[in-house]
């Protein structure tokens, strides 16, 4: 029995995705893996042309909307993939440029099944060869005309569904995550149920971030989402994810995404209401409990810089929607505008946090020093942020008591804490 | 500590180059341009240059043009910014005569149309000559919307906010501006774009943090920082002292500040070689790539590692190259 050649195994492949198109889920597998899963659940498999169907068992595995390919053919399948491609995008090409020529003059002259049957072709082939190569940008474009040709809803969404097998695969592909956002773009305009869209693509991007670790595409993917969501589903998500950034302290995406969502939330209220009277009490409430919240996980989790970042993030909140400028700061407190938080509280608090991330009596352990050096670098970054925006100096912090905390825990970074801190001082 | 095997790194690089037969080098051929640029850079940072065949390596090249001018990564792929940009390193990192007249061939038309002709092989060889210079800036930068209607304005390149498209499908990104910076640069014609615009679409993906992020409020990455602090060390606007509190409190962020101990980071990227047959990974141990072999030598020229040729930060090429392109020395 003869190995099946190039050509037949791109067509065994695009027949599998042919009869499948609700594929979610592709692999490359070692030869020695099939025997496995083989045996799990019996031996599917459809038989294309002159193969023998038994050929194809140890290369192709298909079932329940999952694709296997054995990693003995990748090379002679992307081969004969791109090879395929390349030609369609060539005829493809060519003859758009006719058609488009001959489009101008008299439409009716040109035939109707030949323009069809080459962007089948092209959709077929491109196929296969993202599964194989998901950063292939040409293949992505080549779509992208077909795609933008049709204007049919159906294809987007079943674009929707092939990039999301091929993220299943390549969870980190720039090319695949950026289809999918020109995809959204273009039906954003004329879809009922974007607002579904969106909760699929955030569960997609969920999903996604817990098999690859760090990985800033798909999160960035998720903030850009944002934009596109009601006011109620961006409220959803911020309490959604509070779940997921607890498990994954350590990971500074899902922060920046809760960044984003309440930002979304601020420009909103601010747009929504007279300027004068922007206080929200719930959004103010929203702030007061991230920012509580982050001050036990930074208790907590010691030494994750994330969560000193997203810090950072919530106190230039306070300070752009809620702080009061020294006119204000003159009157007793309970005359102050109800909108204005307590910056001298607030400072207090910041301080005392300091003390207590920095009075660690056994700093040998890596966190500790970790945590005294973020705890110092955030109120050297507090005490800029404050003298720049609001004049305000902390004069109970002193520089020399930073750059101590900072020499105990790293002295040999000193050069780098010297130059930090005059950096800090010069305004 | 062990010393830079320079000859491994050389053989190394020019296999890589050869390798075409397995799964793992034909799925990377979109970034061949990439490659190249790389593996010629850091022959020429080793001063190892003349190991390559530069009229092969330059034939190749023109063949990843596309007919609207601008390039992709490989023979036959779409073209798109970055691989435009990293066509013009190539070239610009090439020694030859040729390619020094095709380097300044976009100053030299807008000047005096006699040079650089000869070096132009394709059908386009006459375009570059029936239209004014504009044309050829917009083919160099490779942004098909303009390139593909041939409206000869530059501010169409750049979107209203100062940004920058990476091709007609749209997507921007802060590396986008870097790089239509960047080749702009090297090719004398920053004036052309709004420099003060595409500075503040740049300044806009700044974060608390102190790093940048692919657009306004995406989150801060290394990769960004890069692009974002060298498009404004290029564009001139990296003068204000909290721009080196920027950098050092990404250094911070990254954790990498050790780094800044030169003895140690030489030796972490040494540690990191291939001593039986040349390349550099990312990481002691792990499988080398022509990425991280560039980034490794690049990075020791910096460390001013003994008979490294100096690169400079911003442009990510040998500084005597960006002398001779930019400062005409």
């Known amino acids: 029995m003869g190995e099946p050649g190039p050509l037949e195994l791109l067509n065994q492949l695009e027949g599998i995705l042919e009869s499948d198109p609700l594929i979610d889920e592709i692999g490359f597998i070692h030869p020695s893996q099939f025997a496995a899963l083989n045996e799990d659940i019996g031996t599917p498999s459809t038989s294309v042309g002159s193969v023998p169907k038994s050929s194809f068992e140890t290369i192709f595995w298909a079932r329940d909307h999952k694709l296997g390919i054995s990693t003995r053919v990748l090379f002679p399948l992307y081969v004969a993939a791109k090879n395929a491609f390349v030609d369609a995008y060539k005829s493809y090409k060519v003859h758009r440029s006719i058609y488009n020529e001959r489009d101008d003059k008299n439409a009716s002259t040109c035939p109707s099944s030949s323009p069809l049957r080459l962007e089948s072709e092209l959709m077929k082939h491109s196929r296969a060869l993202l599964l194989l190569s998901s950063d292939f940008g040409s293949a992505w474009n080549s779509r992208k005309l077909v795609l933008s040709k049709k204007q049919s809803l159906s294809m987007f969404m079943n674009e929707l569904i092939f990039s999301a097998a091929v993220l299943s695969h390549s969870p980190k592909s720039e090319q695949t995550w950026s289809q999918r956002r020109w995809v959204i773009k273009m039906i954003a305009g004329n879809c009922s149920n974007l607002q579904e869209i969106m909760e699929r693509e955030s569960e997609l991007v969920k999903k996604l971030a817990e098999r690859s670790k760090m990985n800033y595409r798909a999160w960035n993917h998720r903030c850009w989402l944002v934009s596109y969501m009601s006011g109620e589903q961006v409220l959803q998500e911020f309490d959604k994810s509070r779940h997921w950034a607890v498990l994954h302290v350590a990971d500074n995406s899902c922060f920046h995404y809760r960044a984003r969502l309440m930002l979304r939330l601020f420009e909103e209220s601010q747009h929504n209401k007279d300027r004068d009277a922007s206080f929200d009490p719930e959004l103010h409430e929203l702030l007061k409990e991230e920012f509580n919240w982050v001050e036990k996980l930074i208790k907590r989790y010691v030494g994750r810089e994330a969560l000193w970042l997203h810090r950072r993030f919530l106190l230039t909140c306070w300070i752009r929607y809620f702080a009061c400028g020294d006119d204000d700061r003159s009157l007793p407190s309970n005359q102050r505008n109800i909108k204005t938080v307590d910056i001298d509280m607030l400072i207090d608090n910041e301080l005392e946090l300091f003390r207590s991330c920095t009075n660690v009596p056994d700093s040998d352990f890596e966190d500790h020093k970790a945590q005294a050096t973020f705890a110092a670098t955030y109120m050297m970054w507090l005490k800029k942020q404050l003298s720049m925006t609001l004049s305000i100096d902390i004069q109970k912090l002193e520089t020399s008591r930073l750059k101590s905390v900072l020499t105990n825990a790293y002295p040999e970074k000193s050069f780098l804490w010297n130059s930090l801190l005059e950096l800090c001082e010069s305004t | ?329």
């Open chain 2, 1 to 329: 500590m062990g010393e830079l095997m320079v000859e491994k790194h050389v053989k190394y690089i020019l296999a890589v180059e050869k390798r075409k037969d397995d799964f793992e080098s034909v799925v990377m051929e979109h970034l061949r341009l990439n490659g190249a640029y790389w593996g010629l850079t850091t022959l020429d940072i080793m001063g190892k240059l003349a190991a390559v065949e530069q009229d092969e390596v330059i034939s190749w090249v023109m063949q990843c043009q596309h007919e609207s001018g601008g390039f992709g990564g490989n023979i036959g792929h779409d073209p798109h910014v970055p691989c435009t940009f990293l066509f013009d390193l190539c070239i610009t990192s090439m020694n030859s005569a040729a390619m020094l007249a095709f380097t300044h061939f976009p100053i030299l038309t807008s000047q005096n149309k006699k040079h650089g002709q000869t070096s132009i092989k394709s059908t386009h060889h006459k375009r570059w000559h029936s239209r004014h210079w504009q044309c050829v800036l917009l083919r160099n930068l490779g942004v098909a919307v303009v390139s593909l209607t041939f409206q000869p304005d530059i501010a169409a390149l750049q979107n209203e906010d100062g940004s920058f498209s990476g091709d007609i499908w749209g997507e921007v990104d802060a590396r986008f501006s870097y790089i239509a910076i960047l080749s702009l640069a090297l090719m004398h014609q920053l004036d052309k774009v709004d420099v003060g615009k595409a500075v503040k679409y740049i300044l806009s993906c700044k974060n608390v943090d102190g790093g940048f992020g692919c657009t306004p409020g995406a989150e801060s990455h290394a990769g960004q920082i890069f692009c974002c602090v060298a498009a404004l060390a290029i564009t001139g606007s990296l003068h204000h002292v909290c721009y080196s509190w920027w950098v050092l409190s990404s250094l911070i962020m990254i954790d990498r500040v050790h780094w800044i101990d030169k003895g140690k980071l030489v030796k972490f990227i040494l540690d990191c070689q291939d001593k039986e047959n040349g390349g550099i990974s990312d990481r002691p141990d792990d499988a080398v790539d022509v990425f991280h072999t560039y980034f490794g030598v690049a990075g020791l020229s910096l460390l001013e590692y003994p008979g490294m040729k100096p690169i400079d930060p911003a442009y990510a090429l040998p500084v005597d190259v960006v002398n001779r392109v930019i400062l005409g020395r």
